[in-house]
């Protein structure tokens, strides 16, 4: 499995617990769309997602850090498709309402909302 994202505190979450044994982690540079570019790459390169890459209730033009997890399968036509439209979406968003200035006042509060979501799927496969 691999683990997309942008978030230092999902990385440090992953070191802390060890969690590369069943992960590899892809750091991205960047915010939120360019994780959501990577995971569309990795679709069409043959990744599943495991996570939704719009997972929660904030939108993507508001929060700079984003994670997602896939792994490697065959059937992944699903994935690409709904990598695609979370990318697009998100950078639909940001034409629209570009990321406030703000957000740099909440760092923090988005790193530990979008570790939850991780944390979320841990537990929900038995890894935590």
Partial sequence: MFVVTNNPKVEEYMQKFN?????????????TEDVLQKVRDLCHQG???LTH???????PN????KTVVLA????HQDSILIAENSYLKTL???KKR???EEVSLFLDDFAVI????????????GLL
């Avoid at 890459?53 to 939108?59: A, C, D």
């Avoid at 490697?72 to 059937?75: D, I, L, R």
Wanted: hydrophobic share 35%; aromatic share 18%.
């Fill in 62 to 65: 508001q929060t700079p850090y």
């Fill in 47 to 49: 990744y599943n997602l």
């Fill in 19 to 31: 969690l590369q044994k069943y992960f590899t982690i892809i750091w991205v540079d960047g915010y």
């Fill in 98 to 100: 570009p990321r406030p």
């Fill in 72 to 75: 490697k399968k065959a059937n």
């Fill in 114 to 125: 979008d570790l939850d979501f991780f944390k979320s799927f841990l537990l929900s496969q």
């Fill in 53 to 59: 890459p719009l997972t929660g209730s904030i939108k």
């Fill in 92 to 94: 639909d968003l940001l």
